[in-house]
């Protein structure tokens, strides 16, 4: 074996052995930089409304409008025939009452 060749491959394993943490390190930062932040927004907590006291009472509305008139009703049943009267009382006797009955006009 020559010097010259083992003096450069241990000088090759120190520089790699020098660059490996700073590697790590880059590859790690990398590979957290790379990683979803989500983010945070903070709502503010909403306030509890409160009634108040009642207000004074509106003015009177106005008249409503007329309603439509109803249709017409059917027209009713005929009603049942009513009972017959009382036979009336015998007349007088006739007596020396004259009728004269006019002729007929003339044309």
Excluded: Y
């Excluded at 003096?7 to 880059?26: A, E």
């Amino acid at each position: 074996m020559s010097v010259h060749g083992s003096f450069s491959s241990i000088h090759m394993k120190g520089i790699i052995m020098k660059l490996s943490p700073l590697f790590v390190v880059l590859v790690t930062v990398l590979g957290l930089s790379a990683c979803d932040k989500p983010t945070v927004v903070n709502v503010p907590a909403e306030k509890e409304s409160v009634p108040g006291p009642a207000g004074p009472p509106g003015a009177t509305g106005g008249q409503g409008a007329t309603g439509n008139t109803g249709d017409t009703g059917a027209t009713g049943d005929t009603g049942a025939t009513g009972n017959t009267g009382d036979t009336g009382d015998t007349g007088k006797t006739g007596g020396d009452t004259i009728i004269v009955v006019p002729p007929p006009a003339a044309e």
